[in-house]
């Protein structure tokens, strides 16, 4: 096996528990490492560190997988993922109806994640070494969950980086695609190969339940609402009036199938541009008494930040323009470039401009089936926060 020397400097990081070892780390290698194969890890001068995976065409040649000496053979790989999956069992051993049952770098798994859907399971494998595994995981996915359809969700542009074609498909079995599946206290739908992400934003729906839990008697605005699900909760809440806007078609014909499906709950709906739509509501001069916004990632990359952060605060902005004293926002971020810090930041940059003090409610992160390490920055992305309107200027 080849085995790479690392700089001093980055040490401190990758001992620590940080498994992404980048080019500029490497002080040696010793021997031929090939894409996607194992790769011996130490540190200057020679103490042993972990075993990895190698990619030379990745900006990450290595990805360290374990720190014990143990070979990242086919049964390594299965005790990983059914550590993973084990962990979202309940105590009786069952699963959630629709859970993520691995979680890249969250779950030692870098490059790996699974999301399961009421007995379907979609996976993306976004690494060289983990795509040249794919028939290991269909096999244990097989073994460890009996699904019976499993589909691959391949489109992330992140592959790329890694020399890897994008690709989606049904990789195993002849199970539906679409299928309903209970998340957050509601009955929702996903669309395993043509839904956004792998069908469903799972890592929203503990907090569907908890901005719910505020909205009865309300009238709550739910802005990126894609299939309704802080909006339909709302509604079963007993919100008095609640709105959802997509820019998706797709998306606002399944919030309508959402609140049939749900009992028949009260929502109106507007497949529309949130910027533009949040305009029009000011101009009309339109109140309501919980917004809810939860925009897709407004940047991929550090280097596009400053744009990023114009963008949530026009959001903000038009938002805190809606609520009166005493009204709520819950805002959330789902770029890992952006700090829960600034962003609570760029919330407050936003009140400031309207002369609107806020009062912090309530935080909120990813759920257990995220997981984060402290570690690994990087496996922490989700942030949220609810504020109350307490004085308005
Ligand atoms: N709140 C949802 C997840 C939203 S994901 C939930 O909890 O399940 C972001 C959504 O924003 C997607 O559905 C996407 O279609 C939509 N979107 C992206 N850009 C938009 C824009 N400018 N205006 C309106 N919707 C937009």
């Given amino acids: 096996m080849?085995?790479?020397?690392?700089?001093?400097r980055s040490l401190g990081r990758i001992v620590a528990g940080h498994p992404w070892v980048y080019a500029s780390d490497l002080l040696r290698v010793e021997g031929k490492p090939e894409d996607g194969k194992e790769i011996a890890v130490r540190g200057s001068r020679g103490a042993w560190i972990?075993?990895?995976?190698?990619?030379?065409?990745?900006?990450?040649?290595?990805?360290?997988?374990?720190r014990r000496r143990v070979p990242l053979d086919e049964a390594f790989f299965r005790t990983r993922i059914a550590q993973a999956v084990a962990r979202r069992r309940d105590g009786e051993g069952r699963l959630p109806s629709a859970?993520?049952?691995?979680?890249?770098?969250g779950d030692f798994l870098p490059g790996l994640i699974v999301d399961w859907y009421a007995g379907g399971a979609v996976f993306q494998t976004l690494t060289r070494a983990m795509d040249d595994r794919r028939e290991w995981l269909v096999a244990t996915l097989r073994t460890l969950l009996d699904p019976d359809v499993i589909v691959e969700r391949n489109e992330a542009s992140s592959r790329a980086f890694e020399g890897l074609a994008p690709r989606r498909g049904i990789a195993w079995g002849t199970g539906a695609t679409r299928r309903e599946v209970d998340a957050?206290?509601?009955?929702?739908?996903?669309?395993?190969?043509?839904?956004?992400?792998?069908?469903?934003?799972l890592d929203q729906a503990e907090n569907w339940r908890r901005v719910a839990a505020r909205a009865k008697g309300r009238r709550v605005l739910d802005a990126f609402t894609y299939h309704g699900g802080f909006a339909l909760a709302c509604a079963k809440a007993g919100a008095?009036?609640?709105?959802?806007?997509?820019?998706?078609k797709d998306a606002v014909a399944a919030c309508e199938r959402g609140a049939t499906r749900n009992g028949s709950l009260n929502a109106s709906w507007r497949c529309a541009n949130v910027f533009d739509d949040l305009n029009a509501r000011v101009r009309a001069r339109e109140t309501f008494d919980l917004v809810i916004l939860d925009p897709p990632?407004?940047?991929?990359?550090?280097?596009?930040?400053?744009?990023?952060?114009?963008?949530y605060k026009e959001i903000h902005l038009k938002a805190l323009r809606l609520l009166g004293?005493?009204?709520?926002?819950?805002?959330?971020?789902?770029?890992?470039?952006?700090?829960s810090e600034a962003f609570r930041a760029v919330a407050l940059d936003a009140a400031f401009d309207e002369r609107i003090l806020l009062r912090q409610v309530e935080a909120y992160g990813q759920p257990e089936d995220h997981p984060v390490l402290p570690a690994v920055p990087e496996t922490e992305y989700l942030k949220g926060f609810l504020f109350e309107v307490a004085e308005k200027g």
């Avoid at 972990?50 to 374990?66: D, E, M, Q, T, Y």
């Avoid at 206290?185 to 069908?199: I, N, V, Y």
């Fill in 99 to 105: 859970c993520r049952l691995v979680w890249s770098e």
């Fill in 184 to 201: 957050g206290g509601l009955r929702m739908e996903a669309d395993l190969l043509e839904g956004q992400k792998t069908g469903s934003y």
């Fill in 240 to 248: 008095t009036r609640v709105e959802g806007v997509d820019l998706s």
């Fill in 297 to 311: 990632s407004f940047t991929r990359s550090r280097a596009r930040l400053g744009e990023a952060r114009r963008g």
């Fill in 2 to 8: 080849a085995t790479a020397f690392l700089t001093e």
């Fill in 50 to 66: 972990g075993v990895g995976f190698f990619n030379g065409k990745s900006k990450i040649p290595i990805r360290i997988l374990a």
């Fill in 325 to 339: 004293e005493g009204g709520r926002l819950a805002t959330f971020c789902c770029s890992h470039h952006v700090t």
